[in-house]
């Protein structure tokens, strides 16, 4: 038995984010050990919760992994821990098809209870018809309650509570408005300064959550049997050399994309922005992140830009996702004091100039016919995207061909798309 929830809400801005973070700090603040999960492919996010409770968030997606696969990684990540906290991702039942995908559909998967949490800025009574239509939309939805956000006075949490009341639903409490309660820039990186300005904000969460929660009635509410995992027998330990790159520059990495690498071989990380030297490798992943926003650091180590260089001309097996790619280009530009030289191994540049959001599901299918999930976010383009024939046709979410293309050059893959494999064996992608 123990707590454990997910949190949706009507729509993105409801205060989910605020909510969420509050809670994950309240409970580790009470010595519980919080286990986060994320709804959806968001690799940022994810960063907030392991801050707030030491603990890596994993992502739970239906697009990415199948459902028994979402199922294990949540009883396998959740087992030791004392509580297992949700984040759902934007409406409750807002879905890449109508509900797939959804907070709701994890939820039901995982037979978890929902706590609603609803900005209550403009409305107050009329708020009880909302609350009756989600409670009744989707009958098998097990709503543990609701939770108000930027509630203006006493008399309004009143008229929320009678509004929670006569929709049927359990009121756990209401977040005042809070001046000053901005979340932080999503684009923080790993630096020390962003975890001090990521801790403040959620200490300040916190501090509201207890204040103005019923948490005593909440873990009581949503406390339940826990279902274990399947016992997996272990794999033979791989012989690999896995070299990861991981620092403020290079952070969008999914947990279990990690635990997949580990049965590989070994993992080393390093920092390119630091110019650690590049490890003993038989594999090199450079994941997506912030090199637009360190550009003048990772060009200060024109030595490891050399040996990455080196290690590609070689054929040395890279694969290079967004930000990695960027950083495989010869240079960034658009950027701030820019532009700056990065590896050199693909015939390209980078720019930031006249950026536009890049954003969706995507199905990959290589040239050997195998498929692999993925999710593409970016604001950057290359200035010479047909430097290469693509190995793969991408797909969205609806089926339909994207234009977004996966390079090869000799055994380095590189391309915008975050690719998740928790499911397969990453090796064949260089088949």
């Known amino acids: 038995m123990k707590p454990q929830l997910l949190i949706g809400a009507i729509g993105s801005g409801s205060g989910k984010t605020t909510l969420t973070m509050g809670l994950l700090r309240a409970l580790q603040r009470q010595g519980l050990q919080v286990q986060p999960f994320k709804c959806g ?6 960063r907030f919760h392991s801050v707030a409770t030491g603990r890596d968030s994993v992502n739970l ?3 990415l992994a199948s459902p028994g696969h979402v199922q294990d990684l949540y009883a396998r990540y959740g087992a030791d821990a004392d509580a297992c906290i949700v984040e759902g991702v934007m409406g409750l039942f807002d879905g890449y098809d109508r509900m797939k995908g959804s907070s709701a559909e994890i939820a039901q998967l995982l037979d978890l209870p929902v706590l609603l949490v609803v900005s209550a800025r403009s409305t107050a009574y009329t708020v009880a018809a909302l609350l009756h ?3 009744t939309f989707r009958p098998g939805l097990r709503l543990a309650g609701v939770v108000f956000n930027q509630v203006g006075s006493e008399r309004h949490a009143t008229m929320l509570r009678e509004a929670s009341e006569d929709a049927g639903l359990p009121y756990f409490g209401c977040l005042p408005r809070a001046e000053g309660l901005e979340i932080p820039s999503r684009h923080l990186g790993l630096t020390l300064a962003a975890e001090e300005q990521m801790n403040r904000w ?3 969460a916190a501090d509201l959550v207890k204040a103005h929660i019923d948490l005593k009635g909440l873990l009581e509410a949503c406390t339940a049997g826990f279902r274990k995992a399947e016992p997996v027998a272990a794999p033979a330990p791989g012989l690999l050399r896995i070299t990861v790159a991981r620092d403020a520059a290079f952070n969008f990495i999914y947990r279990e994309n990690l635990a997949r690498l580990a049965g590989l071989g070994p993992v080393t990380f390093f920092s390119p922005l630091a110019g650690d030297a590049l490890p003993e490798t038989d594999l090199l992943y450079l994941p997506g992140g912030y090199p637009e926003l360190f550009a003048g650091g990772l060009s200060a180590h024109p030595e490891l830009m050399a040996e990455i260089r080196g290690f590609a001309e070689s054929g040395g097996r890279i694969l ?5 790619m960027i950083y495989l280009t010869r240079r960034i530009v658009g950027v701030e004091n820019g532009p700056f030289p990065m590896c050199g191994v693909l015939p390209c540049a980078a720019t930031m100039e006249g950026a536009r959001l890049h954003l969706g599901y995507r199905r990959v299918v ?10 593409e976010f970016h604001y950057s383009r290359l200035d010479n995207p047909a430097m290469l024939p693509s190995v793969a046709q991408q797909f969205n979410a609806r089926g339909e061909a994207v234009a977004t293309p996966l390079y090869r050059y000799k055994n380095v893959i590189a391309g915008y798309t975050h690719l998740y494999w928790g499911e397969a064996d ?3 992608l260089w088949d």
């Open 366 to 375: 290589d040239r050997c016919g195998c498929t692999w999930p993925g999710h």
């Open 320 to 324: 290079a996702e967004c930000g990695g």
């Open 133 to 135: 239509g989600v409670k």
């Open 41 to 46: 492919p968001d690799y940022i996010d994810t």
């Open 202 to 204: 959620i200490d300040c």
């Open 426 to 428: 990453l090796l064949r």
């Open 61 to 63: 997606d239906t697009w």
